[in-house]
């Protein structure tokens, strides 16, 4: 369906761009937490390309498109090379680093979902995989490092919830049959927008109700 | 196998109070780090239902039962939405979920042996899947919430070996071609008691022989 | 194209080799962080057998060799029995340890790039494959360890990069159809030297480029 929907070449091509983002965001970590320049690889690669992994071997696609397309696998390396040598201003124009970010949720949720239903599961499952596609390499970038998956903490802005609607748009469209190249794009916006505005205005998810004080804050 | 031996409805009722309460401990802990709701809808998921993806994913039956059984995603979103609204009221009956887990983990050892063998595994990599599926959720929990996992600290209450002795007690009975409800009923409840028992006289396993003090204590 | 090359049963016993001493690595581990027997068994099989669980979930191979072959599953054990009772005497011999693991490195890059190619990977991927056969043990059992991952730290040896010329070298001489017994035990040889010579010179990876120390070092 994704082959059908989609010029394979635009796919690819925005396919990359999401991986790069990813990616700066693995190998700036790599560089905060000190890690030396395979620390950088290695975490821009999980992040790139982690999300994807997981789906893959979840649907049995093996093996994993990130391991079949060479693309995938030098992209992160570039990001990596950058990062390394510009990190300085990497990290000042980190503000956009953070919209091509948002841009990358917005495809990965919606590229995720598609191909998890194209591989015969079920909507509900298919849109859990988009939103696994899209979130699954920040969290093992996390785990690596190390930290408490940032995916998973109050005090950041939402993260999760623009990946849900994104991927739960796809699923309607799938359901109503009207998935079409404008719809999915539709569906991309959607997330990146929400994902933009969360970030403006600080949009966070609550904690558990009545949640007292009398554990030590992390 | 599975199948043949039991009434499907009653294993997936049973499989499904198994996911609900390995997701409570995960909402729970998620609770404690001070995640926030998606933090514990996460945590709970992966508990609830991580140990038998690692499972499903080694035999090649994908894609998992996670991802192809609405029942199973949705089990842990209930489990979230209690702890969310409810966790002191849950914190304080501790002692209850705690026998509830310790009821999931000999049933998941015991339906996690059957079905690897039912794929073809050998009787001990049937067995040690077995034990995997009946932890793996745990293990994760704790590696998400970035903590060393409970299973494997020498503070904790006997765990593993419950699950251990119920999935070797399951291998036996396939091996000697005497498995049935009764006999694999008994296996969990072996492993449900052994479970009761470690807690309530907090047996615990040794560690290193001549364990001297030289490191400082985690 | 392995059993080919190689006879199975020399194979074989390498690659148990392999396994016990990663596998001794991973028990230590569980000494200094003060983890009960079990602890040590879990991170003796995740350090020994991960890096070719993973490759084998990657390709395709299921169930993976680790759950197919006893003495894989066993050994192990045999090394977390070791470490159990005489831990004081091996980390007194931790030298003739990090040499073994250094034998284990470069037989795990060259045997894992090899099968990721007969399972019809392109080189790069499986030169990757073969990276991740070798290192992927090492990273899971720092993360259950609840410690950043050693091959990713910039105060450590190099490591990686002794794996990536091993399974480098293999591509190459797949690609140039030169591959023989002789070429791959050179090409294991190679990394396994170059990571004697960077464990005795202290060789290490940079840091990011113009690394300042705002940040607190870990």
Redesign the interface.
């Known amino acids: 369906m994704l082959q059908q929907l989609f010029n394979p070449s635009v796919l690819h091509t925005l396919d990359l761009i999401g991986i790069f983002v990813f990616a700066i965001s693995g190998a700036l970590l ?11 690889a ?2 821009a690669e999980v992040t790139g390309l982690g999300g994807g ?1 997981f789906r893959d ?4 696609a ?3 498109a990130a ?2 397309d ?1 693309g995938y ?1 030098l992209t992160p390396l570039l990001a990596t090379a950058l ?6 201003q990497v990290e000042r124009i980190q503000a956009a680093v953070n919209v091509f970010d948002a841009a990358g949720l917005g495809l990965f949720c919606v590229v995720g979902t598609i191909k998890a239903y194209d ?4 909507l ?2 298919s849109a ?2 988009g939103l696994a596609t899209a979130v699954g390499g920040g ?1 093992l970038r996390d ?7 940032s ?4 005090d950041r802005d939402l993260y ?2 623009p990946a849900i609607v994104g991927a739960t748009i796809v699923a309607l469209c799938i359901r109503y049959d009207v998935l079409t190249p404008f719809t999915s794009s539709f569906a991309a916006t959607v997330a990146f927008v929400l994902r933009l505005l969360a970030m403006r205005y600080h949009w ?9 004080s009398t ?1 030590r ?2």
């Open positions: 790599a560089v905060r937490k000190n890690l030396d320049v395979f620390g950088l290695v975490l992994l071997l979840v649907i049995g093996v093996p994993p391991f079949t060479l696998f990062v390394f040598f510009l990190h300085p591989y015969g599961l079920s509900t499952a859990t995989l969290v785990v690596l490092a190390n930290e408490v998956p995916l998973l903490r109050w999760a919830v966070r998810a609550p904690r558990a109700w009545n949640r007292r554990v804050e992390e």
